[in-house]
């Protein structure tokens, strides 16, 4: 894991990480949840149980990229369009879907998010990680994708529902795929 600190992204305060995805089923993940007593919420079962999920039969790597909506410019937050629109345009990328399960069975020392705030009703919750990713339905009501969270030491992998009209806060974190054009292998 590499940090650098400054305020716009590529000069911003990011977080890098290779994760290795692939190469397990859907149950095999389960089962590894289970050993780490990872939970999951309804939502995040609804998208791996999804038949458009999928997951690769063969291991590969992919370098991320940890940031805030402000990071990429957004000081007063953003849809989730304009936060992909900006992040395409900085070279950086759509993660998988499959990565949500696979970074949460690596990234088990996350720190504790706060769960006191109850003013943060249909905001990402304190301390969690969304994984950009493209959506496997445009129905609303279906889970959009994936964040990570560790709340009273449980960690989490959660699905959640966010509608085009949803604006995340400045200070959300997001984590995208690094692409070639920005310098990843």
């Known amino acids: 894991m590499r940090i650098k600190n400054e305020e716009i992204y590529p000069d911003c305060l990011i977080i890098t990480r290779t994760v290795e995805v692939g190469g397990l089923t859907k149950s095999e993940i389960l089962q590894k949840f289970q050993q780490y007593s990872i939970l999951i919420n309804e939502y995040g079962e609804r998208l791996l149980a999804a038949d458009k999920f999928t997951i690769s039969d063969t291991k590969y790597s992919l370098q991320t990229v940890e940031l805030t909506v402000g990071n990429l410019g957004f ?40 769960s006191g705030n109850r003013l943060q009703r249909q905001q990402a919750p304190s301390g969690s990680i969304t994984i950009a990713s493209k959506s496997l339905s445009e129905d609303d009501a279906f889970p959009k994708g994936f964040y990570l969270r560790r709340i009273n030491e449980v960690l989490w992998l959660r699905g959640y529902c966010a509608d085009h009209l949803h604006v995340w806060n400045h200070d959300d974190h997001f984590i995208f795929c690094q692409t070639k054009r920005n310098g990843a292998v």
């Not at 369009?81 to 949500?100: D, T, V, W, Y």
């Not at 970074?103 to 020392?109: C, G, V």
């Open 75 to 114: 000081p007063d937050g953003a849809t989730t369009i304009q936060i992909f629109e900006r992040a395409s345009n900085l070279g950086l990328g759509l993660c998988p879907l499959e990565l949500g399960p696979h970074l949460r069975l690596e990234y088990l020392d996350q720190p504790e998010g706060y």
